[in-house]
């Protein structure tokens, strides 16, 4: 008997491949069906060289073929519900800017009722605005009998949603990133067969805010492009002594930048913290191994004077600022799993890499401060976002909101490290997806 047919929804490149490819998801799920990768068309030889290796069929959309004018009630519905979320102190977030606190403008249009109101008639336009004839073909000449997805906020994704809900194809949803929530609380699709969620604490908060989701939609599974951290066997220590000129018995401190826009002078407080942390440990016992963030170039920070204590990693993305597509190498995928296996503890702003140094059970410093060494209240936003905050309660996730707390923090991450070496086997989120999709 041949193997059902599975169609997913891809359109952004990083975190995709990452999640199908790296983690070696699609491996998984091909042992079970048979896959075709519908994907915007962005134009990326990359992205097209990745998903064209597993060898099921890839079908390419035109951009220009996938919009549509957003519908004044999908924007009424978007203002009340960030409304309803700043009067709730629930933590709405923004990558690039400040969120705006709570002013009378929300006073008005935060009600539970209108938003009760608006996000139903919500509901009833995206579901008839949005079948998309040649995805329908698609499905229909490719025998899609399950649809899956990372994505709901964008036109490709309602199309792609709601035209498989017209053709009776059950729809599942793997939530993406733990932002999403905070950025877009609206999944416009009331008829989604399954959810699957990270935890349950974010099973609860997705019910809080989308009463219309069903309980049973909502399927806590973990996070599949987490498996890659707990499976990985990386390459040995030496290898990265002698790349990057470590010390093979210091602690190496992993520092994650942040996208290039929330704030102009994250080096200069990068340089900041090196030179407080060489007040009290010399490069051999502490390195700062910086990583660019993803959106960064391989040119920036070249041609900067390096201090003792600091290296900055190789840089294996590539972006287009164009399309938003973001490629990582299969090369850099590896090496960034090995110094997540060999760093110490990270250092950064609240980010999801935090989440993948905690799937390894290593410790986090939360840095709060500019160059200054001051509280810098445009990363504020970060220790205050909804599906961030509550970290702080585990004893291993430290908040250093000024220079002078850094070492303090940086002494109980070295000895919490020191104390908790071991991990418990857990099991992969992967696992427990492929086995929700075998059972209906």
């Not at 220009?64 to 629930?90: G, K, L």
């Not at 009760?116 to 899609?144: G, T």
């Not at 960034?336 to 503890?345: E, I, K, R, V, Y």
């Amino acid at each position: 008997m041949s193997k059902p047919v599975l169609g997913i929804q891809l359109e952004f490149g990083f975190h995709e491949v990452k999640k199908y490819i790296h983690s070696g998801f699609a491996d998984k799920l091909a042992r079970e069906f048979e896959l075709v990768w519908f994907i915007l068309d962005k134009k990326n030889p990359e992205m097209d060289t990745y998903f064209r290796s597993t060898g099921y069929p890839v079908i390419y959309y035109q951009p220009e073929n996938m919009q549509r004018p957003i519908h004044f009630c999908e924007t009424c519905n978007d203002v009340v519900r960030r409304s309803w979320m700043r009067n709730q102190d629930a933590g709405l977030f923004h990558n690039y800017k400040r969120v705006a606190a709570s002013n009378w403008k929300d006073k008005l249009l935060g009600f539970r009722f209108l938003k009760h109101a608006l996000e139903c008639k919500a509901l009833w336009i995206v579901q008839r605005r949005y079948y998309h004839e040649q995805l329908a073909l698609d499905f229909k000449k490719y025998n899609v009998q399950k649809v899956l997805s990372t994505g709901y906020g964008s036109t490709f994704a309602k199309f792609f949603y709601t035209t498989a809900h017209h053709l009776n194809i059950p729809a599942y949803h793997i939530v993406n990133s733990w932002k999403d929530l905070y950025t877009n609380s609206f999944i416009g699709f009331d008829f989604l067969k399954k959810i699957f969620v990270w935890s349950e604490d974010m099973k609860l908060q997705y019910r809080q805010q989308m009463p219309y989701l069903k309980t049973t939609t909502l399927v806590p599974t973990g996070n599949p492009t987490f498996d890659a951290c707990i499976t990985h066997q990386p390459k040995a220590r030496e290898v990265y002594c002698n790349k990057y000129n470590l010390h093979p018995n210091a602690h190496w401190v992993l520092y994650t930048m942040m996208p290039p826009g929330l704030v102009n002078d994250e080096w200069e407080t990068i340089m900041t913290v090196a030179a407080e942390i060489d007040k009290f440990y010399t490069a051999d016992q502490v390195k700062l191994i910086v990583r660019k963030n993803p959106n960064h170039t391989a040119e920036d920070f070249t041609k900067v004077l390096l201090p003792n204590n600091v290296v900055v990693a190789d840089h294996f993305c590539t972006y287009d600022a164009v399309t938003d597509m973001i490629i990582q190498s299969e090369e850099g995928e590896k090496e960034w799993l090995d110094l997540l296996h060999h760093a110490t503890l990270n250092l950064s702003v609240p980010s999801t890499v935090t989440m993948e140094f905690l799937t390894l059970k290593k410790p986090v410093i939360n840095i709060g401060f500019d160059a200054t060494g001051n509280q810098d209240e445009r990363v504020r936003q970060h220790f205050d976002a909804g599906f961030y905050r509550n970290l702080f309660d585990k004893e291993h996730v430290y908040r250093a909101t000024n220079i002078e707390a850094l070492i303090p923090c940086l002494r109980r991450a070295l000895e919490f490290n020191s104390l908790n070496t071991s991990h418990t086997a857990i099991t992969l989120a992967s696992d427990r997806v492929l086995q929700e999709l075998l059972n209906d």
